[in-house]
């Protein structure tokens, strides 16, 4: 079993920086797939960004692109997304996931273990 727990969220200005951690416990993560995932006010939860299990590939949704960096420090059973140029629409609770999988890493059924997740609100 893996637990997962998010930190590192608040509330910024827009065009503000934001660091989000998420520390696994449990049991090792450094053979899993690590995702981001955010769920905004009466929407559905959305990729954000997805690190492989080597962090050699990183993936992004398209609105993630460009601002935001996911990377993972394996020793420390944890992984980071670090967020710049922060937007309003960027709000939302962000979740971390991890998951046994080496493909379609942006898929959310994919994806085994959640945290609880941090609020991330962005002000304009």
């Known amino acids: 079993q893996v637990q997962l727990v998010e930190s590192g969220g608040g509330l910024v200005q827009a065009g503000g920086s934001l660091r989000l951690s998420c520390a696994a416990s449990g049991r090792t993560v450094s053979s899993y797939a690590m995702g981001w995932f955010r769920q905004a006010p009466e929407k559905e939860r959305e990729f954000v960004a997805a690190?492989?299990?080597?962090?050699?590939?990183?993936y992004y949704a398209d609105s993630a692109k460009g601002r935001f960096t996911i990377s993972r420090d394996n020793p420390k059973n944890t992984v980071y997304l670090q967020m710049n140029s922060l937007k309003p629409e960027d709000t939302a609770v962000y979740y971390c996931?991890?998951?046994?999988?080496?493909?379609?890493?942006?898929?959310?059924?994919?994806?085994?273990?959640w945290g609880q997740g941090t609020q991330v609100t962005v002000s304009s």
């Open positions: 690190i492989s299990w080597s962090g050699l590939s990183t």
């Open positions: 996931a991890a998951g046994p999988i080496v493909d379609k890493l942006g898929y959310l059924p994919a994806y085994d273990y």
